[in-house]
């Protein structure tokens, strides 16, 4: 166990295990040029709706990650999260072949169940081997190589519909995966030993769930995630309406939508460099707090002139993106640090729970989403607000 921050893992382990976490990010960004497509083809009569490509994928993961946690922690993480690639692959095969809305809608929660257990398990593999701030840091270093994701998949997803199709995206999704869980398997150990696995039984998984929701800060910072996460996806789903109904940017979208994602990997360095001074939950709060303060004075302009002009937007975007990059990693770290002992399940509770609270605020951004970025500005604005709240009244306590 590392919880000093003197040393880094090397590239190997960190590569590794952006992949694993990127999962979601490439299941999700490498279709965001093909969502109006896809919408079409299979009859989907309102337009917005068609951002369920993306919600069903991540209500998958959030019902996946309540049942891969505890099995990561009775059997192992490698054996989990392989198993997982193999039912992932197979969820990327029937999106391909899906004929109809509902086959779509759910093979993409089946997909999302699946992708949940790398995304979940490369937290507690980190977990099992860092503690604190120096996971924190382990953490911001993997989010930063982790957001080449958002910055290549759309660009991948546009040159794969050019040649294939919008169903071109799910293949270019299994011969990502393929590579990815056989490096996985010969280059990365079990860090789980047989003598601190607990058994996968109810009794166990509910004395676990309780030890979890006893820490008062890991609760906030799980209520946390999700109020930020939920805009976050909002934002995801309705980028491309974004970028080209409103700013008619036309393909261009990937390369806008791109730049943004660079500034998540510098919040990410930053964080990086600057977490083993300040500490998490500093820096989780200042880059809630900017978030904040940056929508709420954006949705005010728009009060008084009645439209965002697109460079004043992409400001803003990229703005907000950079502070992404430094709450999600801090959040992580500080809501895991007392819970090594039931990491897996911790991992999956705080994945789970998180979504679960974004879902609903995901589909009112998109849901109310037309001609104006009102409903994405008051989003962030409001669910930055009650997120620093809690994060002050944690912080007293």
């Known amino acids: 166990m590392n919880s000093s921050g003197a040393g880094l893992p090397g590239i190997t382990y960190l590569a590794i295990m952006a992949l694993l976490t990127s999962i979601g990010a490439l299941a999700t960004d490498i279709m965001l040029p093909a ?15 068609s951002t369920l490509v993306v919600t069903a994928f991540f209500l998958g993961m959030a019902i996946g990650q309540l ?6 922690d009775a059997y192992g993480r490698k054996p989990v999260v392989i198993w ?3 039912l992932f692959i197979l969820g990327c095969v029937l999106s391909m072949f899906a004929d109809s809305w509902p086959l779509m809608v759910a093979a993409r929660v089946f997909q999302g169940i699946a992708a949940s257990a790398p995304r979940v398990i490369a937290v507690a593999i980190v977990r099992d ?42 293949a270019g999704l299994v011969l990502i995966a393929v590579p990815s869980v056989m490096w996985f398997h010969w280059a990365i150990a079990e860090t789980l030993p047989r003598e601190h696995r607990r058994a996968f039984r109810p009794r166990i998984i509910a004395d676990g769930i309780r030890q979890v929701c006893s820490s008062r800060m890991s609760v906030v910072c799980l209520v946390v995630m999700g109020l930020i996460g939920g805009p976050f996806i909002g934002y995801l789903g309705t980028a491309r309406q974004i970028y080209q109904d409103i700013y008619g940017v036309g393909d261009m979208f990937v390369i806008y939508f791109s730049v943004g994602s660079v500034f998540a990997g510098a919040g990410s360095l930053l964080n990086a460099r600057l977490v083993l001074r300040l500490g998490m939950r500093w820096l989780a709060g200042a880059a809630i707090a900017a978030l904040t303060v940056m929508s709420a004075a954006l949705w005010g302009w728009m009060l008084l ?17 950079f502070c992404i990059g430094m709450i999600f990693g801090n959040l992580q770290s500080l809501a895991m640090e007392p819970l090594g002992h039931v990491a897996g399940l911790a991992a999956a509770i705080f994945g789970a729970g998180s979504t679960f609270i974004s879902l609903p605020l995901s589909w009112m951004v998109s849901g109310y989403f037309g001609d104006t970025v009102a409903p994405l500005l008051i989003g962030f604005a409001v669910s930055g607000a009650l997120s620093l709240g809690l994060m002050l009244a944690a912080g007293r306590r």
């Open 84 to 86: 997982g690639y193999a």
């Open 129 to 170: 081997e860092y503690k604190g701030r120096s996971m924190a840091r382990i953490m911001s270093i993997i989010m930063a190589v982790f957001i080449l994701a958002p910055i290549l998949a759309p660009l991948l997803g546009q040159g794969l519909i050019y040649i294939g199709g919008w169903r071109a995206t799910f």
């Open 67 to 72: 049942l891969v946690g505890p099995l990561a």
């Open 35 to 49: 969502l109006g497509m896809i919408g079409r083809d299979l009859g989907v009569g309102n337009i917005n709706h």
């Open 305 to 321: 002139d009645g439209a965002v002009a697109f460079w004043l937007f992409m400001v803003w975007q990229v703005s907000f993106i």
